[in-house]
């Protein structure tokens, strides 16, 4: 199947400071989705791109869908401390299977 | 609205045992695809249903199964457990005739095999 790395694997910050992870991928997708998972949930969707180069806001976080379409990018601002959790990424294909990402944990400290 | 919902949260069977998962899907949905996630891994496709059909499957062996109801309704059906099939099964839902897909999830079930 196909392979999503994230990264990085792990971030710890301090409340206030900013957020970059990124998604990437050997293929070509035409969706990429945000996902937020706390222990024991299941992910609760972020922001939703479908189109290379555009970028969508939901409150403090932006995501962007790389113009290669290849790749994804999550960024958080003004980080708080219920921003604590797993971001995934998920990438599909034309009308196939969503494939997720490993996931960056973030660790945010007061 | 009512989201996502699973059944049972949590459940517990002994290697061999067969277990039966439950997935309700947000409302208006009519899509409903299967994941695993193991303990620290993003979830795996298991497979998709619609139209009471499994339209698509992921990289799982047979003793994985399913069923879609008329009401747009799942289930999952695992035989033969081994202990690599503790994790977090998660149901997810969509609909089929949007443009653009999103996948909402539910909780999960929490598997654990002894």
């Known amino acids: 199947g196909q392979q999503l790395n994230q990264s990085p694997q792990s971030m710890f910050i301090q409340e206030g400071e900013d957020v970059s992870m990124n998604c990437t991928s050997s293929?070509?997708?035409?969706?990429w989705l945000w996902y937020k998972q706390e222990p024991g949930e299941g992910p609760v969707l972020l922001i939703a791109?479908?189109?290379?180069?555009e970028l969508t806001s939901n409150g403090r976080l932006t995501a962007q869908f790389g113009i290669t379409r290849k790749d994804s990018f999550l960024n958080i601002s003004a980080s708080i401390p219920s921003d604590v959790g797993i971001y995934f990424c998920?990438?599909?294909?034309?009308?196939?299977?969503?494939?997720f990402g490993t996931g960056t944990s973030l660790t945010v400290i007061p | 609205d009512a989201g996502v919902t699973q059944s049972p949260t949590h459940l517990i069977k002994t290697r061999g045992q067969q277990v039966t998962l439950r997935c309700s899907p947000k409302?208006?949905?009519?899509?409903v695809s299967w994941y695993q996630q193991a303990l620290g891994q993003g979830p795996q496709f298991i497979f998709q249903?619609?139209?009471?059909?499994?339209?698509q499957r992921g990289n799982f062996p047979d003793r994985f199964s399913g069923h879609q109801f008329p009401n747009y309704s799942s289930e999952l059906n695992v035989n033969a457990l081994l202990l690599g099939d503790s994790a977090l099964y998660l149901c997810?839902?969509?609909?089929?005739?949007?443009?653009?897909?999103?996948?909402?999830f539910g909780s999960g079930t929490q598997l654990s095999v002894l």
């Open positions: 998920a990438g599909q294909l034309a009308g196939n299977q969503f494939y």
């Open positions: 791109l479908y189109k290379a180069g």
């Open positions: 249903y619609y139209e009471e059909e499994e339209r």
């Open positions: 293929s070509i997708f035409n969706t």
């Open positions: 409302s208006g949905h009519d899509t």
């Open positions: 997810a839902s969509s609909f089929d005739g949007e443009l653009n897909e999103k996948l909402f």
